[in-house]
């Protein structure tokens, strides 16, 4: 029935503007702003040809899950990178993180890195091989 509908997944935040500017700038995704009033939103163009939008919520509270996952071809230089756009890492509690805050593995992907967006959604980096 859905089977040819161009999905696409959306997620809060608590201010477009901090959205905006860290998924454009930060992060260097191409962002669109949709729509007006109550009805303002962004669209998030990813380079697989998917949109996200994101939308502002008055009572926003941050996902408890990853909302995005980003793999990367050098887990290291993007960690690098983003630590230099002044993004934190994330160290969660029962992963064993190395001393720039990835970890790696034996299983699932090689290496992923959390961090969070202004609003507290996780997004994360990871290295498949």
Known sequence: MLGQSQA?????VDDLGAAR???GETLGLEVEEAGQGPMQMLIIKLGS??????YPKEAHTP???TILNFPVDDID???AELERR????ERYPGFDHDEKGVVRGDEGPAAIAW??????????????S
């Open 63 to 65: 996902a408890t899950f």
């Open 115 to 128: 961090f969070t967006d202004p609003a507290g959604n996780v997004i994360s980096v990871l290295q498949e």
């Open 49 to 54: 040809g998917a949109r996200v939008f994101v």
């Open 21 to 23: 500017r860290f998924y």
């Open 8 to 12: 696409y997944s959306g997620f809060s």
């Open 86 to 89: 002044g993004v934190t890492l």
């Open 77 to 79: 230089a993007t960690v």
